[in-house]
C-alpha cells in the first residue's frame, strides 16, 4: 500500500488517540481498544460507527506497519516544512511558488520518497481500489476452569467480511474471470507528465487494481466479499490464562481484491474454579483444618485437578501457613508444570459440648503461657 497525498493531511495519531512518540505496542493498544469499541457488531445499523470503525483500522494499517509509519512520518514532516503541498486532485508542488520542482526534476526522481504518493484521489487513494488487507478482528472465548488447564480445540463464530460464496473471491460472475486492464497491463498506476515533471496515479480505468470485471458477481457487487457468519475453528493451547488474547494470523476479515486476510484475536475468559484458584502456573486451595491437627500434627488428603494427595502437617504448625505440592499446577508455557499450593486455615468450633468446654479449660490451665508475653511488658514499660 502507498501513502496517498490525502493520507499526509490526516493526522492518524490524533485517529487513534496516542502521541508521535508512541511505540509500536501502545498503538497497538490503543486501536484494539477502539475497534472494540466501535466494532459494527456492537452498533448494528448504525453507519457513524461503522464509518468510524473504518477510519480507525485505516489508521493503524499505516501506523502498526513499520516501513508505512516511517514514509508517513516523512511525508508529513516535509508538509509541516513547507517543501511539499497538495493542491486539488492531490497533485503536489515544491514550496517555491514556482509550480514545480527546481530545475523541473519529476516525481519519481525523488526516489524511495516518490512511493510515497499515490493519486488516485479519496482517503487512502488507490489503495482502496487495488488489493487491500483485510481487517484485524475481535472476539471473545469463555473457557471452564479445566479447560483452561488442559487446553482445548473449539470452534467460535464471527460475523465478518469473508470470501464471497457464489465467487469465490474474484468478484467475478461465476464461471467467468477477471481480466487484465488493457490501459496500464495490470499494473494498476499510470503516469502523467505535468508542468516539467511526472505523476504515477492509480489506473483511470482500473482504479488501481489491474484487473478489469466485466460481469461482476451479483452476490458481491463485484468486491468479491461478503459479510456473513463464519465458524472458525480454534486451539486453545494448555495453560491459557483468564484475560490472555490469542492471535490466529490469517483468521479475520478477508482482504479486497486478492489482499491477504486480516489476523483474529481471540480473548479468553476462563471461568472460576469452586475451590482453585491460581497465581501464574501455581494453582491455590485453602485448607480447613482443626485446632488439634495443627496442634498434634496430622496426615490429610488433598484435592488436587488430577487424583488427591496427602500431605503431612507437622505438630505445632500455625493456621495460614501455605505448604507446596511440586507439580500439581497449571502447565507452563515453556514446559514442564506448575505447583499446587495448599493453605492451612485452622476452624474454631462455634458451639462447644459440655465435655469438649471441659477438657479445653483443662488444657488452658496446664498450658498457662501466654502468647501476648512481649505485649504485656510493652504495656508494662
Known amino acids: 500500500m502507498k501513502i496517498s497525498p490525502q493520507d499526509l493531511e490526516r493526522d492518524f495519531y490524533a485517529v487513534l488517540g496516542v502521541e508521535k512518540s508512541a511505540t ?3 498503538i497497538k493498544r490503543a486501536y484494539r481498544k477502539l475497534a472494540q469499541e466501535y466494532h459494527p457488531d456492537k452498533h448494528p445499523g448504525d453507519s ?21 509509519r516511517s514514509d508517513y512520518d516523512e511525508g508529513r514532516k516535509l508538509m509541516a516544512g513547507g517543501g511539499f503541498r497538495f493542491g486539488p ?3 503536489g508542488s515544491a514550496g517555491f511558488g514556482g509550480g514545480g520542482f527546481p530545475g523541473g526534476i519529476r516525481l519519481e526522481d525523488l526516489g524511495g520518497f516518490a512511493s510515497f504518493f499515490d493519486m488516485g484521489g479519496g482517503m487512502g487513494g488507490s489503495s ?6 483485510g481487517r484485524d478482528v475481535e472476539t471473545s472465548l469463555t473457557l471452564g ?20 460464496a457464489s465467487c469465490n473471491g474474484t468478484g467475478a460472475e461465476p464461471g467467468t474471470l477477471p481480466v487484465q486492464c488493457p490501459r496500464c497491463y495490470g499494473s494498476g498506476s499510470e503516469t502523467e507528465t505535468q508542468g516539467g515533471f511526472g505523476f504515477v496515479r492509480a489506473c483511470t480505468q482500473c482504479g488501481g487494481s489491474g484487473q478489469i470485471i466485466e460481469h461482476p458477481c451479483a452476490g458481491c457487487g463485484g468486491s468479491g466479499i461478503q459479510v456473513r457468519p463464519r465458524n472458525i475453528k480454534v486451539r486453545i493451547p494448555a495453560g491459557v490464562e483468564d484475560g490472555q488474547t490469542i492471535r490466529l494470523k490469517g483468521k479475520g476479515a478477508a482482504g479486497a481484491r486478492g489482499g491477504p486476510a486480516g489476523d483474529l484475536y481471540v480473548k479468553v475468559k476462563v471461568a472460576p474454579h469452586p475451590i482453585f484458584g491460581r497465581k501464574g502456573a501455581d494453582l491455590t486451595i ?8 495443627l496442634a498434634l500434627g496430622a496426615n490429610i488428603r488433598v484435592p488436587t485437578m488430577e487424583e488427591p494427595v496427602t500431605i503431612k502437617i507437622p505438630a505445632g504448625t500455625r493456621s495460614g501457613r501455605t505448604f507446596k505440592v511440586r507439580g500439581k499446577g497449571a502447565p507452563k508455557k515453556r514446559g514442564g508444570q ?4 495448599v493453605k492451612v486455615d485452622v476452624v474454631i468450633p462455634q458451639k462447644l459440648k459440655a465435655r469438649e468446654k471441659a477438657l479445653l479449660e483443662e488444657f488452658a490451665e496446664l498450658h498457662d503461657e501466654s502468647p501476648r508475653v512481649r505485649l504485656d511488658e510493652y504495656m508494662k514499660d
Open 338 to 341: 506448575g505447583d499446587l499450593l
Open 128 to 133: 482502496q481500489r487495488g488489493p487491500r488487507r
Open 89 to 91: 486532485g492531490g497533485q
Open 286 to 293: 485453602t485448607v480447613p483444618v482443626t485446632f488439634t491437627e
Open 145 to 164: 476452569f479445566a479447560d483452561a488447564l488442559k487446553g482445548v480445540t473449539t470452534t467460535i463464530t464471527t460475523r465478518t467480511e469473508a470470501k464471497c
Open 24 to 26: 509500536a505496542k501502545e
Open 48 to 68: 457513524a460507527a461503522e464509518e468510524k470503525f473504518k477510519e480507525i483500522s485505516y489508521a493503524y494499517d499505516i501506523l502498526g506497519d513499520e516501513e508505512k
